[in-house]
Structure formats: structure tokens, C-alpha cells
């Protein structure tokens, strides 16, 4: 048995009016496969050409361990220059990814390869950010901190991308206090026995290409694997919802930061007390006796 997934909707193009009424009103994601084509970067992002433009810059790099008491909040495991990871990626599978990677601080010359789209997004200009994987590498299932829209452009090859909407969130596996479900559950080949909720989860799925645009709804949990070796860029515009927009000032300002002091207080007992809870209420919520 395997999670119900349905194939999210694709399109070649798409009038800013139908993707606004359609999709952003709606909350539905989306593919754009076309959107791209004319921007400098469909010809010239591949992993070569960052490596010749940001081939000096130190990165910081993440891996799949689990969350341990002693990292702080998205604190990275590794650091490495740009120019050795992409040499990594493109000789062998890394479980090393890259993750937040401010372009407009640390590789600027990359704006002018991109242009802002106008289709009923405001758009946060300050935010573009890049993300790189090796072959099979796999970013947990998680929502974003900000509760954005997220518009996630994929370059140089191909990654799978699951998601579910916010409505979903009984069936995850939340853990408390943080953003993500329990790190233990492979969304590739999932454990039914262990995780029976996720069996009445109904979630969305798509592969993308190189220079295709996959429309994430505000909130929506995601789990990507990179199935050859790449990187994406998102554009993140801010929640519609007044309601995300208070949940998002929450994480930001209050969350993380308890967060983080009980990880100093507690140490990994609080690690292992919020993996627990994640499947003592879920389980409670739905009913679920075992």
C-alpha cells in the first residue's frame, strides 16, 4: 500500500487572471512548465555554470541525521566551497544539501538571469533562495516557517516533490513545536503499521524538469527528493491569510525560540519527549488505539 497521492495539474502556460482565480484563490497547486523558456537562466543554470560563477563561496550544507538537541535552528552540519560540493554532486550520491541560500547576498550576478513573474503574486524581492542535492538526497516532509506562496522553479534534472495542504496536518505526525513530522517516516515507502494515520492522508505529487515552476499554496507541507542531482530556486510571496499571518509571526518571534531554549534546558529528552507526543496525539485525535 502506498500514500494517496494525485498527480498535481500541469500546464504549459498560464494567464496571471487564471493562475490568481484558479490557483492562489484556491489553494491548489500547480505546474508551469513553460514559464522559464525566456529567461537567460533556462540556458545557462546547470550546475557547471554556478560553480563557475559561485565556485569560491563557502557553503553551508545539511545532511539527513536526525535532529539533535545540540544543533540550533536550521543550523548546518558542514561547510565546503561552492565549486568542491558541485564537483561532489556531479561524481557521486551526497546526502549534502544546501539549504536557504540567500542569492541576492551571495551570488548577485544571478539575479539578472531571472525575471520576477507577474502572474498575481506580490513577490518578495529580497528573498530568492537556492537549494542543491545529490542523487536520491531527500529534504524531510516540513512547512515553511512564513506560511508563503511559494513559487519553486527546479534547473538541472529532475526532483519528485509530495505535498499535502494544511487540512492534512491530523494525519502527519506533527511534531510539537517545530515545523516538521517525525523524521523517522520514509514518505518514499512509508511504515503503515507504525504510522497507520498516513494511510488517510491524501496528498498531491509531480516530478519536475529542469526549468519547471511548481506553485506551493501558503502552509502546505512538502517532501522533495532529488532523483538526479540539481538545484531549485524558490520566490516566496507572503500569506493571503490573516490567520497564516499570525501563525508565521508565531514561529518566527515565539517558536523557535522555545524552541531552542528547551533544547539547551533539556537537551535530547526534549528531542525525544516532542517524538513521542507527535504519535501519542495524532493517534489520540484520530482514534487510533494500537
Known sequence: MSLQLTEIERVKTISKEDFYNNYVKK????????????????????????????????????????????????????????????DLLQKEPTNYRIFLYNLMKEVPLLVQDFKWPNIGLRLVKQLPML?????????????DIDYSNILHFHFHGKK????????????????????????DIDFDNPDFNKFPALKQAQGFVCELNHGEMLYMPEGYWHYMKYVTAGFSMSLRA????????????????????????????????????????????THKQLHITK
Not at 537549494?131 to 512547512?143: A, D, I, K, L, T
Not at 510539537?176 to 513530522?181: A, Q, R, T, V
Not at 500569506?239 to 518571534?253: C, E, G, I, Q
Request: glycine share 4%.
Open 238 to 281: 507572503f500569506p493571503r491569510k490573516m490567520s497564516n499571518l499570525s501563525r508565521a509571526a508565531y514561529n518566527v518571534f515565539i517558536m523557535r525560540h522555545f524552541d531552542n531554549f528547551m533544547r539547551k534546558l533539556k537537551g535530547q529528552s526534549w528531542i525525544d519527549y516532542k517524538n513521542e507526543a507527535a504519535i501519542k496525539r
Open 27 to 86: 489553494q491548489k497547486p500547480l505546474v508551469i512548465e513553460e514559464l522559464t523558456h525566456d529567461w537567460p537562466a533556462y540556458n545557462k543554470w546547470y550546475l557547471n555554470y554556478i560553480k563557475e560563477v559561485a565556485g569560491d563561496k563557502t557553503v553551508p550544507l545539511y545532511d539527513d541525521r536526525p535532529v539533535s538537541y545540540k544543533d540550533g535552528f536550521n543550523e548546518a552540519h558542514a561547510t565546503m566551497k561552492m565549486g568542491e560540493y558541485i
Open 160 to 183: 519528485r516533490c509530495v505535498l499535502f495542504a494544511p487540512s492534512q496536518t491530523k494525519y502527519m505526525y506533527k511534531i510539537p513545536h517545530s515545523l516538521i513530522s517525525r523524521e
Open 131 to 143: 537549494f542543491f542535492g545529490g542523487e536520491n538526497s531527500r529534504v524531510f516532509m516540513h512547512f
